[in-house]
């Protein structure tokens, strides 16, 4: 859940993809209110998943494997507003700064 910043949600692999690894966020937050907060949460919590990638702190989990490429995925369970676009555009860009093998993508998730 975003409110812990410090816990990795999700890790995931995939068949057709070995070295890859996808580390998953879960925001079930509304984006009607408190819109700073919301995204300083987010930021926190791509912070501590960028760390722990770049720390090797997935090898625990992973018995050691090694990946080269990573994903993070934010699951949104409500519609964002235009900031939650525009920093995920920011904040993409700064890795691809930082030259850092990870891609971020987020998916609206229709809860029932």
């Not at 949460?41 to 722990?52: D, M, R």
């Not at 949104?76 to 676009?85: G, H, I, R, V």
């Amino acid at each position: 859940m975003l409110q812990d910043v410090n816990k990795v949600d999700l890790l995931t692999t995939f068949k057709d993809n070995t070295n890859l690894l996808c580390l998953g966020i879960s925001d079930a937050v509304q984006w009607d209110h408190h819109i700073e907060e919301h995204l300083y949460l987010l930021q926190e919590k791509l912070n501590n998943y960028v760390t722990y990638i770049m720390n090797g702190g997935y090898k625990q989990a992973t018995n050691n494997k090694e990946y080269s490429e990573f994903m993070i995925k934010i699951n949104l369970a409500n519609k964002p507003k235009q900031e939650f676009y525009s920093f995920v555009e920011k904040y993409s860009e700064w890795i691809k700064n930082n030259k850092f093998p990870i891609r971020i993508e987020f998916e609206i998730i229709k809860m029932k």
